[in-house]
Nanobody, 124 residues
Framework: QVQLVESGGGLVQAGGSLRLSCAASGVTFSQYTMGWFRQAPGKEREFAAVIRWTGSDTYYASFVTGRFTISRDVAKNTVYLQMNNLKPEDTAVYYC?????????????????WGQGTQVTVSS
């Protein structure tokens, strides 16, 4: 059974930092492209960052503008999203997703598995 479990969300002041984690189980992690997405209240889910299954390619949404960094630890079957200089508009539920042999940047609809999400709230 495949599971993606996000953690690390919380409440932070504007300008602060958070590191999200997504632990995967039930998959051969090294075969999966891992993405981070977010969904703000009343808005559609949108792409934030992705790391290719090779670990060699990453891609970010334009709103990231150098503030977020995606990385992974294959030994721990975990993908991370380091978020710095957070803004109130970054408030959303953040989801990780996995796509086997996925391309970068790829399409949201191509992802095979999704986590349940972790809430990030940035206060002004």
């Amino acid at each position: 059974q495949v599971q993606l479990v996000e953690s690390g969300g919380g409440l932070v002041q504007a300008g602060g930092s958070l590191r999200l984690s997504c632990a995967a189980s039930g998959v051969t992690f090294s075969q999966y492209t891992m993405g981070w997405f977010r969904q703000a209240p009343g808005k559609e889910r949108e792409f934030a960052a992705v790391i290719r299954w090779t670990g060699s390619d990453t891609y970010y949404a334009s709103f990231v503008t150098g503030r977020f960094t995606i990385s992974r630890d294959v030994a721990k079957n975990t993908v991370y999203l380091q978020m710095n200089n957070l803004k109130p508009e970054d408030t959303a539920v953040y989801y990780c997703a996995a796509e086997r042999w996925g391309s970068v940047p790829g399409m949201m609809t191509d992802y095979d598995y999704w986590g349940q999400g972790t809430q990030v709230t940035v206060s002004s």
